[in-house]
Every structure is written in C-alpha cells, then in structure tokens.
C-alpha cells in the first residue's frame, strides 16, 4: 500500500503510527513522553538513546483510564453509587434522559448488556456536570486525571529515571477539561519535579505533517 501511494504521489510514504506523529508533534523528533486520552489512552515515550515505552492502551474491557470511554463507565457507577446512599447527583438523571431511560433498573440493564453500550458517548454530559460543580462528577473527572499521570509516571520511570523529562498532553479528554489538565500536571509533578509539562495540547496532525516535511526535505537532498 506504501509503496502504490508512493508511486501515485511521485515520492516517498512514510507509515508511521499515531504514537509516532504524536510524539513528533510534542517533541520534534525529541525525547520526551506523551499522554493521549480519547475514546482511549496510552503513554509512550522515548529518550535520548531512543528507547521507547509504552503503558496502557490495552482495550477498553480492560484498560485505557482516564479515557472518554472509562469516564463515562466510571460515571455511571458512581451515579449510582451516589443513589445508593442518598447523595444528590444531577448528572444521573442526565444520563437516564441521554439514553432514554425510565429507571435505574433499565440503567443497569443497559450497562451490563452485551455488546456494551457507547459509554464514550456520555464524556459530555459528565464534563459539563464536572464544569457544573456536580461533586459526583467532578470525582470522576479527578479520577481520570489521576489515571493518565499514573500512565504517563510508569513510562518515565522506565526511560528516565528521575531526570530531566519533556511531557505532553492529547486526545480529546485533554483538550476539553481544564481538570483533567490540572490533576494529571500536579500528579506527574509531585513524583518527577523536574518533569516540564507542556500546557498545550499537542495535535497528532500536526506531526504528521512535520515528519513528510522531513522525509520530502530528505527527497530533495537525495
């Protein structure tokens, strides 16, 4: 497939992944580790040797925290966590009326079938909960923070040690809530001080296309 697309473009394709042009858009061909949250999450990094590592990113039936798919798992069971013992939660009748449901019982049902429902889907409803001031929510979204650091401190302890380290943020969870920004910088920093953040979150389409600059840059040298 590379080499059709090549022949048809009249230069040279690269296939890289999204890790890759990711961590190009962070990074600039640099060390450094990244934290992508979407409908799912990973870490991976690579330091100056060029070694890399990755955490997570292994399924959503069995990992990817901090992910849009994990929050909204995770906040239905905290709405009805919160039911259970008579703590107030608007977000849980948000999510009845999101999936047109009628009860709890239908709620449960709905999130235990089999295939799984879009809990992704719910991402929104939990953020603008959390924005809200909805604590139940608002838990989640801290959680999830938490996560990703947890993902993104497994990768630098493998690659860097306690060194000096470059990190960054991606992915939609990222990028809509300031929360999730805050808990993850002050997570990752409270272990690795010498960690620099980066506040913007860094677009995977942005690598993608620094890495065909350098590979047209290295056409025309040749």
């Known amino acids: 497939m590379a080499r059709m697309m090549a022949e048809i473009m009249h230069g040279q394709v690269q296939v890289v992944s999204d890790l890759e042009t990711t961590l190009e858009a962070a990074f ?6 990244i934290t992508i949250a979407g409908t799912g999450s990973i870490a991976y990094g690579r330091n100056g040797n060029g070694r890399t590592a990755r955490a997570g990113g292994w399924g959503l039936a069995i990992s990817d925290e901090g992910s849009g798919e994990w929050v909204g798992r995770r906040a239905v069971g905290a709405a009805l966590g919160a039911n259970d013992v008579g ?7 948000e999510i009845l009326q999101l999936w047109k449901l009628a009860s709890l ?18 991402f929104p409803l939990v953020l603008r909960a959390a924005d809200g001031g909805d604590a139940v929510a608002r ?6 923070g938490e996560e990703l650091a947890g993902l993104a401190r497994g990768v630098i302890r493998r690659l860097f040690g306690a060194g000096s380290v470059p990190v960054a943020m991606a992915g939609g969870v990222f990028r ?24 913007k979150v860094v677009e995977a389409v942005d690598g993608a296309l620094a890495l065909a600059r350098k590979a047209a840059g290295r056409g025309l040298r040749s």
């Open 28 to 33: 600039d061909g640099g060390p450094g580790v």
């Open 87 to 93: 703590e107030e939660t608007p977000m849980l009748a």
């Open 105 to 122: 019982d239908e709620l449960v049902r709905k999130s235990n079938a089999s295939p799984t429902p879009d809990f992704a889907s719910l």
């Open 139 to 144: 838990n989640v979204m801290r959680q999830a």
């Open 176 to 199: 809509q809530s300031e929360q999730v920004r805050q808990v993850f910088y002050n997570a990752v920093v409270a272990e690795f001080p010498q960690a620099s953040v980066r506040a």
